[in-house]
RNA sequence: GGGCGCGUAGCUCAGUGGGAGAGCACUACGUUGACAUCGUAGGGGUCGCUGGUUCAAUCCCAGCCGCGCCCA
């Protein structure tokens, strides 16, 4: 006998080990069938599992169960990547926390020895705590992004984009962290509005001469009132950079600096002459229209500057503080223009005394308050500078062309298709790819240089080596590039360097392209696209996954977002531990609208647990009454109607929860099997089963044993991707003695054809189910007590009508606590009447009804037929809408109507019944 | 500023060119019952606002208001 609810924490560490012994986490070892791969969205090795992950992988687990019992080759790909910076960053605070020394006075092999000494003691748990999940991924076929192959297929790719072209050296502005001192990708940056100010300098014009600018105008904008100025005034949000100018722009159409252009400025403080030039970029609008030009230093700038032939002038060293010597990277113009009492400083050091410098000067004009959008390093937290440096750049622009098409011509497809747009806008603007880091934890770039700064870039530093001496003439010592690259540029190739590539294998072959990719939308552009741009590129065109499903984030009860500053965190694992992992994945699965966040709360938690037991109760109320699986049922030879009804029900519902999974609609799939097991098994069939089970019939018995049995375990199949668990324990606790043959986890999904759907039966139970609700809510309405019973009339009923009544007066006693069942030409007196698709009945409650609370219920009754009545009557009246609208609309609406008259006339017969 | 999304019952969300839905919450009643982690019944909505298209709009179109996210 089962207990009386449903233990997760026994039941899941014993199911998963078993699953996991049985082999069905692997992909089946069938090359005929069909198969299914997801390659999972590798998380950080130094990540910990956070409700957004409880999601996805929920998402992904439900979809790999469905297909295998499909009876596909399922493959879910697991593994996690490197995350250079986060990791280093892990282990440097390790260092630190231990008083050791840092990591360059360590060196680069020990450091690196020491991360995988970690990776492999801490790294990775998070791979742990999806298990507690119940995510069946193929745990043999695990990987990493550091493994040996996988870095492998990253040497390649890095060899032949450079040979073509697609990757190259270049000395550009780039998004530097001071902290952590390497340069970061554009979507590394985290962009925060905060306050700020804006600063108004005056460059004095270099000449001495003076121009008239307007400080007043009209209602047209004519100037009304000059003043006289010898200076240029620029307003800055960065006066620090400002020793870096090497211009002042203005807009090529503004009038007031018309005659300024091409002139010269005395940069204050740097004491040099710099030009004043024109350039779209300047906006009229801001400040007094004018504005410096740091091409080292600013992003625009550095674009301004390109254009009008404008030096770049680097002010800073790698922490981000005024240079204080001269260094092989910065020339020396920098450090030249930096006053000796500045250098060394700090950048927010030096924006005061720059301030204060200019205020000295007199060249101070105004300081306004603005709120200023200011780039900080997602990892790092500090404010990122950008940089003028040389790094490694991969061409995304060519890459990302046939990953634009792959999608316009609907290989690849967006669920939901909004976030195509999304991922168009990106990769149609798209900038070049800075891939170098100036970090040791990743994959080394395989470029070597020789003293000259020759670049040789190969696999292995022996090919450099050749290509040196084939250059050369002769050998020559070379050194290897010092940076790694960026971790993105290897989860780039996860979904075939996972599978084996650049080794053709089998798994290859059989697996790529993936089947769907489940994620977030805050991941296209980092990983999404990228995968795109490099599958495409090396799989001979052939794209990584047919489909991206794009999920929602994990939100609070309030809709905030979930984060650790607001303390509004949801800890997976501790819901697990309290509420099962089945809740837990039931509530994210059922949540998981296309388009919606997933709102969790305790009353979710709490609302899935409670499921689970319903559907324990269910099993028990079974077992307790004989169910068991039958292996000579025949679901085609069920006699009963409740039977053939509840068989023809659990097909239908397997079906709605293939269609919304096929679709990738989680939470419709995931309500449709909640609605069925509940509403439609429990509600209905356990209670029409009933009066059976206590019946005399033995044949009925047993037929209702095995229809009770077979249905259940339909359910406990559709049930199955959602909440592995407690369907797992159930299927085998409720084996019998024939036994299962095979785990849940490796039962086919149900498919069975349309034969067993018997719409008479149907029909019988939904006027079954009608009638009962009808008189309950007419009891109900009357205060009639719950456990009066009273005869049931029915009034004018034609032979059809008594036929079914008398088939289904058993459940029909039962659950509507009818007596017996008559059949008469009018309502006896002291009944109450009620009228269910048009058919008229009464209950005869004898001195338990008050007659005056069953008139009021009637007129109500009435009042709501009369409102239709209207309505379709108004409607038909339209002579446009008879002779417009099409006919099966018209026909429906007489019909309604018709119905609608039936019904009013029943009850208006009942009134004046009442009313003797 | 550009893009995307949302606005339907107290809350969270489905939904469809033709009779407004679910879950939770709420109210009343209920322990013969597998289940009180439960059952039965009930109340509750001018489908954000304003126009347009249409015989017909919560749904399609335009504008507006409000909210959220992404990008600049």
């Given at each position: 006998?089962?207990?009386k609810?449903?233990?997760?924490?026994?039941?899941?560490?014993?199911?998963?080990?078993?699953?996991?012994?049985?082999g069905?986490?692997?992909?089946?070892?069938?090359?005929?069938?069909k198969?299914?791969?997801?390659v999972?969205?590798?998380?950080?090795?130094t990540g910990?599992?956070?409700i957004?992950?409880?999601?996805n992988?929920?998402?992904?687990?439900?979809?790999?169960?469905?297909?295998?019992m499909?009876?596909?080759?399922?493959?879910?790909?697991?593994g996690?990547?490197?995350?250079g910076?986060?990791t280093?960053?892990?282990?440097?605070?390790?260092?630190a926390?231990?008083?050791?020394?840092?990591?360059?006075?360590?060196?680069?092999?020990a450091?690196?020895?020491?991360?995988?000494k970690?990776?492999?003691?801490?790294?990775?748990?998070?791979?742990?705590?999806?298990?507690r999940?119940?995510?069946?991924?193929?745990?043999s076929?695990?990987?990493?992004?550091?493994?040996?192959?996988?870095?492998a297929?990253?040497?390649?790719?890095?060899?032949?984009?450079?040979?073509?072209?697609?990757?190259?050296?270049?000395?550009?502005?780039?998004?530097?962290?001071?902290?952590?001192?390497?340069a970061?990708?554009?979507?590394e940056?985290e962009n925060?509005?905060?306050?700020?100010?804006?600063?108004?300098f005056?460059?004095?014009?270099?000449?001495?001469?003076?121009?008239?600018?307007p400080?007043?105008?009209?209602?047209?904008?004519?100037?009304?009132?000059?003043?006289?100025?010898?200076?240029?005034?620029?307003a800055?949000?960065?006066?620090?950079t400002?020793?870096g100018?090497?211009?002042?722009?203005?807009?090529?159409?503004d009038?007031?600096?018309?005659?300024?252009?091409?002139?010269?400025?005395?940069?204050?403080?740097?004491?040099?002459e710099i030009?004043?030039v024109t350039?779209?970029?300047?906006?009229?609008?801001?400040?007094?229209?004018?504005?410096?030009?740091?091409?080292?230093?600013?992003?625009?700038d550095?674009m301004?500057?390109q254009?009008?032939g404008?030096?770049?002038i680097?002010?800073?060293?790698?922490?981000?503080?005024?240079?204080?010597?001269?260094?092989a990277e910065?020339?020396?113009?920098?450090?030249?223009?930096?006053?000796e009492?500045?250098?060394?400083l700090?950048?927010?050091?030096?924006?005061?005394?720059?301030v204060?410098?200019?205020?000295?000067?007199?060249?101070?004009?105004?300081?306004?308050?603005?709120?200023?959008?200011?780039?900080?390093?997602?990892?790092?937290?500090?404010?990122?500078?950008?940089?003028l440096?040389?790094?490694w750049?991969?061409?995304?622009?060519?890459?990302?062309?046939?990953?634009?098409e792959?999608v316009?011509t609907?290989k690849?497809k967006?669920v939901?298709?909004?976030?195509?747009?999304?991922?168009?806008e990106?990769?149609?603007n798209?900038?070049p790819?800075?891939?170098s880091?100036?970090?040791?934890?990743g994959?080394?770039?395989?470029a070597?240089?020789?003293?000259?700064?020759?670049?040789?870039?190969?696999?292995?530093?022996?090919?450099?080596?050749?290509q040196a001496?084939?250059?050369?003439?002769?050998?020559?010592?070379?050194?290897?590039?010092?940076d790694?690259l960026?971790?993105?540029?290897?989860?780039?190739?996860?979904?075939?360097?996972?599978?084996g590539?650049?080794?053709?294998?089998d798994?290859?072959k059989?697996?790529?392209?993936?089947?769907?990719?489940?994620?977030?939308?805050?991941?296209?552009f980092?990983?999404?696209?990228?995968?795109?741009?490099?599958?495409?590129?090396?799989m001979d065109g052939?794209?990584p996954?047919?489909d991206v499903?794009?999920?929602?984030?994990?939100?609070?009860?309030?809709?905030?977002?979930?984060?650790?500053?607001?303390?509004?965190?949801?800890?997976?694992?501790?819901?697990?531990?309290?509420?099962g992992?089945?809740?837990?994945?039931?509530?994210?699965?059922?949540?998981a609208?296309?388009?919606a966040?997933?709102?969790?709360?305790e009353?979710?938690?709490?609302?899935?647990?409670n499921?689970?037991?319903?559907?324990w109760?269910?099993?028990r109320?079974?077992?307790?009454?004989?169910f068991?699986?039958?292996?000579?049922?025949?679901?085609?030879?069920?006699?009963?109607a409740?039977?053939?009804?509840?068989i023809?029900?659990?097909?239908?519902?397997?079906r709605?929860?293939a269609?919304?999974?096929?679709n990738?609609?989680?939470?419709?799939?995931?309500?449709?099997?909640?609605?069925?097991?509940w509403?439609v098994?429990c509600?209905?069939?356990?209670?029409?089963?009933?009066?059976?089970?206590?019946?005399?019939?033995?044949?009925?018995?047993?037929?209702?044993?095995?229809?009770?049995?077979?249905?259940?375990?339909?359910?406990?199949?559709?049930?199955?991707?959602?909440?592995?668990?407690?369907?797992?324990?159930?299927?085998?606790?409720?084996?019998?003695?024939a036994?299962?043959g095979?785990?849940?986890?490796?039962?086919?999904?149900?498919?069975?054809?349309?034969?067993?759907?018997?719409?008479?039966?149907?029909?019988d139970?939904?006027?079954?189910i009608?009638?009962?609700?009808?008189?309950?809510?007419?009891?109900a309405?009357l205060n009639?007590?719950?456990?009066?019973?009273?005869?049931?009339?029915f009034?004018?009923?034609?032979q059809?009508?008594?036929?079914?009544?008398?088939?289904l007066?058993?459940?029909?006693?039962?659950?509507?606590?009818v007596?017996?069942?008559?059949?008469?030409d009018?309502?006896?007196?002291?009944s109450?009447?009620?009228?269910v698709?048009?058919s008229?009945?009464?209950?005869?409650?004898?001195?338990l009804?008050?007659?005056d609370?069953e008139?009021?219920?009637?007129?109500?009754?009435?009042?709501?037929?009369?409102?239709e009545?209207t309505?379709f009557?108004?409607?038909?009246?339209?002579?446009?809408?008879?002779?417009?609208?099409?006919?099966a609309?018209?026909a429906?609406?007489?019909?309604?109507?018709a119905?609608?008259?039936?019904?009013?006339?029943?009850?208006?017969?009942?009134?004046?019944?009442?009313?003797?």
């Amino acid at each position: 006998m089962l207990d009386k609810t449903f233990d997760p924490q026994a039941a899941e560490s014993r199911w998963y080990d078993e699953w996991e012994d049985s082999g069905a986490f692997q992909p089946k070892d069938d090359p005929d069938a069909k198969t299914f791969c997801i390659v999972i969205p590798p998380p950080n090795v130094t990540g910990s599992l956070h409700i957004g992950h409880a999601l996805n992988n929920t998402l992904q687990d439900s979809l790999v169960r469905y297909q295998r019992m499909l009876g596909k080759r399922v493959l879910w790909q697991p593994g996690t990547d490197h995350a250079g910076i986060a990791t280093q960053m892990v282990v440097e605070r390790q260092l630190a926390a231990e008083g050791n020394i840092s990591r360059r006075d360590m060196g680069r092999e020990a450091f690196i020895e020491r991360v995988w000494k970690w990776k492999g003691q801490s790294g990775g748990s998070i791979l742990r705590q999806l298990r507690r999940l119940g995510a069946s991924c193929d745990w043999s076929r695990e990987r990493f992004t550091l493994d040996e192959g996988l870095s492998a297929a990253v040497l390649k790719v890095f060899v032949e984009l450079h040979e073509q072209g697609l990757i190259y050296r270049d000395k550009r502005l780039v998004n530097w962290d001071p902290h952590f001192q390497t340069a970061i990708s554009d979507l590394e940056v985290e962009n925060k509005e905060i306050d700020g100010h804006f600063w108004h300098f005056a460059y004095p014009l270099a000449d001495g001469s003076t121009y008239e600018f307007p400080i007043a105008h009209d209602e047209d904008g004519k100037p009304t009132e000059w003043e006289t100025r010898d200076y240029i005034l620029v307003a800055t949000t960065r006066p620090e950079t400002m020793l870096g100018d090497t211009g002042v722009a203005v807009h090529p159409d503004d009038e007031r600096y018309k005659d300024l252009v091409g002139k010269k400025v005395r940069l204050p403080i740097a004491d040099v002459e710099i030009p004043i030039v024109t350039d779209e970029h300047a906006d009229p609008e801001q400040g007094a229209g004018a504005v410096k030009i740091t091409p080292a230093h600013d992003f625009n700038d550095f674009m301004v500057g390109q254009r009008a032939g404008l030096a770049s002038i680097n002010l800073f060293d790698p922490e981000a503080r005024f240079l204080s010597e001269a260094t092989a990277e910065a020339d020396d113009k920098g450090l030249a223009r930096i006053p000796e009492d500045f250098r060394g400083l700090d950048r927010f050091e030096a924006r005061k005394k720059i301030v204060a410098r200019m205020d000295e000067l007199g060249c101070l004009k105004a300081v306004e308050d603005k709120k200023i959008m200011q780039p900080f390093g997602d990892r790092s937290g500090v404010v990122v500078e950008p940089y003028l440096t040389d790094q490694w750049f991969v061409d995304a622009e060519t890459l990302a062309k046939p990953a634009i098409e792959a999608v316009e011509t609907g290989k690849t497809k967006f669920v939901p298709k909004n976030w195509e747009k999304t991922y168009f806008e990106w990769m149609r603007n798209i900038e070049p790819w800075c891939i170098s880091r100036q970090l040791w934890w990743g994959h080394r770039i395989p470029a070597w240089y020789d003293e000259n700064g020759n670049i040789f870039v190969a696999e292995t530093e022996a090919a450099a080596q050749a290509q040196a001496k084939e250059k050369h003439g002769k050998d020559v010592a070379l050194t290897q590039d010092e940076d790694v690259l960026d971790t993105w540029f290897s989860s780039a190739l996860w979904p075939f360097s996972t599978l084996g590539w650049p080794e053709e294998t089998d798994e290859l072959k059989a697996f790529y392209p993936t089947t769907v990719l489940i994620t977030a939308f805050d991941i296209i552009f980092f990983w999404v696209a990228r995968m795109m741009m490099q599958g495409i590129h090396f799989m001979d065109g052939e794209i990584p996954f047919h489909d991206v499903f794009i999920h929602r984030l994990v939100v609070d009860a309030n809709g905030q977002k979930m984060s650790k500053s607001k303390g509004n965190v949801t800890d997976p694992l501790d819901i697990v531990d309290r509420y099962g992992a089945d809740a837990l994945r039931f509530a994210l699965v059922s949540g998981a609208a296309q388009n919606a966040n997933i709102r969790v709360s305790e009353d979710r938690f709490e609302s899935a647990r409670n499921f689970t037991t319903k559907l324990w109760n269910a099993a028990r109320f079974g077992q307790m009454n004989g169910f068991a699986p039958d292996p000579d049922f025949n679901p085609a030879d069920a006699k009963q109607a409740v039977n053939r009804w509840i068989i023809g029900e659990s097909i239908k519902a397997g079906r709605e929860v293939a269609r919304n999974l096929e679709n990738y609609r989680f939470n419709d799939a995931a309500n449709t099997a909640y609605r069925f097991a509940w509403n439609v098994y429990c509600d209905w069939f356990l209670e029409l089963a009933k009066p059976i089970l206590n019946g005399e019939d033995e044949a009925a018995i047993a037929e209702t044993r095995a229809a009770g049995a077979w249905a259940l375990d339909q359910i406990l199949r559709i049930l199955h991707p959602f909440m592995p668990f407690v369907t797992e324990e159930l299927w085998n606790k409720t084996a019998g003695e024939a036994g299962r043959g095979t785990l849940l986890i490796s039962a086919d999904w149900p498919d069975f054809g349309d034969d067993l759907i018997d719409e008479a039966a149907a029909a019988d139970l939904n006027w079954l189910i009608d009638l009962v609700t009808e008189i309950r809510s007419v009891r109900a309405g009357l205060n009639v007590p719950p456990a009066a019973t009273a005869p049931l009339i029915f009034v004018g009923a034609d032979q059809a009508a008594q036929d079914r009544a008398k088939r289904l007066s058993e459940p029909l006693r039962r659950l509507a606590r009818v007596t017996e069942l008559e059949f008469a030409d009018a309502a006896p007196e002291k009944s109450v009447q009620a009228v269910v698709g048009g058919s008229t009945f009464a209950l005869r409650l004898e001195d338990l009804v008050d007659l005056d609370a069953e008139r009021a219920r009637l007129a109500k009754e009435l009042e709501k037929w009369d409102a239709e009545i209207t309505r379709f009557e108004k409607k038909l009246g339209n002579e446009k809408f008879v002779a417009n609208a099409p006919e099966a609309v018209v026909a429906g609406e007489r019909e309604k109507l018709a119905e609608a008259q039936a019904q009013k006339d029943k009850l208006e017969a009942a009134q004046a019944r009442l009313d003797g």
